[in-house]
């Protein structure tokens, strides 16, 4: 998929580009902070959804370089890790979010940036009025899904949803059932930069090991790749009116607990980024998918 890159994403000063990178699809970001060095974490359910990881080399100017690669990632790889050979840390000192992140935040596209990592809706908070968040469900049979670790990254929204989304009782199936409410505009693709020191490698760890293999990519000032990362839908969607369904109800059954009742999102189809509707990655914050296991 090609895009042009934020400029927050470009600054030279933040290092060499080794990789531009895009998440979408089934998918939940957190940045975990509580390793020796910080980096973000992506949870890919396998429910619903195909999970491939798609690379494409680029020259100096973002040019692409023959054909694309794609590599289907299964359910039964637990989690994957996706490092720089000479990677630099020194962009989470000015992003200590990992992002663009505002200390004041409205969901308004007038005034907020449009790139802030904030339009991600967060699971763990009460925006969506769902109780607390209980936690993790086990990965089990009935619940797999892949947990990626993205080192000496950096990531922001590509641009805010042109309409608010809705947000309304599971139970209700519908998006003007009782109680439905509009929090605002939600992101679209998550793109990011993988930043390093000096040239070196892109390296690609899984496990458990010997169901998948991506050599490693080399990159230098003239050449890096786009790596996209995404979780797409093979089942039909529901739609009311304008909206479509969203993929939040996989997340309950998936994923997390909460005490209160669970929501579905709603939303407009938005052609450009969007045409089937929100499929894409909210967050969670103050926690890790995988404490104390994650390479």
């Known amino acids: 998929m090609k ?4 400029p927050v994403l470009k600054n ?4 060499m580009r080794a990789a531009e990178l895009v998440i979408d699809g089934l998918a939940v970001f957190c940045f975990n902070e509580t390793s020796a060095e910080k980096f973000w974490e992506v949870a890919y359910p396998h429910v619903q959804h195909d999970l491939v990881i798609m690379i494409q080399e680029l020259d100096g100017d973002d040019n ?3 054909e694309p690669t794609s590599h289907p990632i299964d ?4 989690r994957f890790t996706i490092r720089l050979s000479n990677g630099s840390l020194q962009h989470y000192n000015l992003f200590p979010h990992g992002g663009p992140f505002a200390d004041q935040f409205h969901r308004d596209p007038a005034a907020d940036d449009p790139h802030d990592i904030q339009w991600m809706i967060d699971l763990a908070s009460d925006e969506l009025q769902h109780g607390d968040f209980l936690g993790f469900k086990p990965r089990d049979e009935s619940h797999l899904r892949s947990v990626a670790s993205i080192r000496h990254s950096l990531f922001c929204n590509l641009k805010p949803e042109k309409e608010s989304v809705r ?18 505009p939600t992101n679209t693709l998550i793109v990011g930069v ?5 040239p070196g490698d892109i390296q690609f760890e899984f496990h458990p090991g010997g169901l998948i293999t991506i050599d490693p990519k080399s990159y230098d000032e003239n050449k890096r790749y786009r790596i996209e990362i995404k979780n797409e839908d ?14 939040l109800r996989l997340f309950y059954d998936q994923l997390i ?21 929100d499929c894409h990655p909210p967050r969670i914050t103050g926690v890790t998918f995988e404490p104390g296991v994650m390479p």
């Open 3 to 6: 895009f042009e890159l934020p």
């Open 12 to 15: 030279p000063d933040l290092g």
């Open 64 to 66: 692409d370089v023959g």
């Open 75 to 78: 359910s039964g790889i637990e």
């Open 167 to 184: 947000i309304s009782l599971r139970s209700d199936n519908n998006p003007n059932g009782a109680g439905n409410f509009d929090p605002g």
């Open 194 to 198: 993988m930043l390093a020191t000096e």
């Open 234 to 247: 093979t089942a039909e969607q529901t739609s009311v009116g304008d909206f479509i369904r969203g993929d």
């Open 257 to 277: 607990n909460v005490s209160g009742p669970e929501k579905d999102l709603w939303a407009i189809p938005f052609a450009e980024v969007a045409p089937d509707g």
